[in-house]
């Protein structure tokens, strides 16, 4: 077996490599566990933010907005390097009105299945599995996208 540089793969290597992809199910599986007790996965929570009934999914944004600003800010100040030792940088980013346009269709697609990307996986592993149609879609249209993108503005 090689890698894609063309290098045998060794058994230490299949070794971090099985315990790299571990870890991340375990993260993942963790992720799913806290989005599934914050009910942020619920349909009827989500329907309420869309609706303006309730405040729970927008404190819950806010919150991961304002844990996310803090982190970077750490990672900037401090020098936290990534857990393979590399330096972190996050580069700047110019605006493209595909962005809006993106988003656009992104929290049409939000509204009309009642589930970002994340909480479609928990909501299939809760047993949802109608959501396996929205998983299926949300990768039809990102190959659409990879298709049609030389073709894109940006």
Not at 62 to 81: E, H, N
Not at 94 to 111: D, M, Y
Request: with cysteine; charged share 10%.
């Amino acid at each position: 077996m090689q890698n894609t540089l063309n290098q045998p793969i060794t058994s230490a290597a299949k070794k971090d490599s099985v315990l790299s992809l571990l870890r991340y199910l375990l993260l993942g599986a963790g992720f799913g566990i806290v989005l599934t007790k914050a009910e942020v996965i619920s349909w009827y929570r989500i329907q309420e933010m869309f609706l303006f009934h309730s405040f729970h999914m927008y404190g819950v944004i806010g919150s991961a907005i304002v844990t996310g600003l803090i982190s970077l800010q750490i990672i900037k100040r401090f020098g936290v390097k990534s857990t393979d030792g590399e330096e972190i940088t996050i580069q700047p980013k110019p605006f493209h009105k595909g962005q809006v346009i993106g988003g656009l269709i992104f929290g049409l697609g939000w509204a009309m299945t009642g589930a970002c990307p994340g909480p479609m996986f928990a909501l299939t592993g809760a047993g949802v599995t109608v959501m396996l149609a929205a998983i299926v879609s949300a990768l039809a249209g990102t190959w659409v996208y990879s298709w049609l993108r030389p073709k894109l503005p940006h």
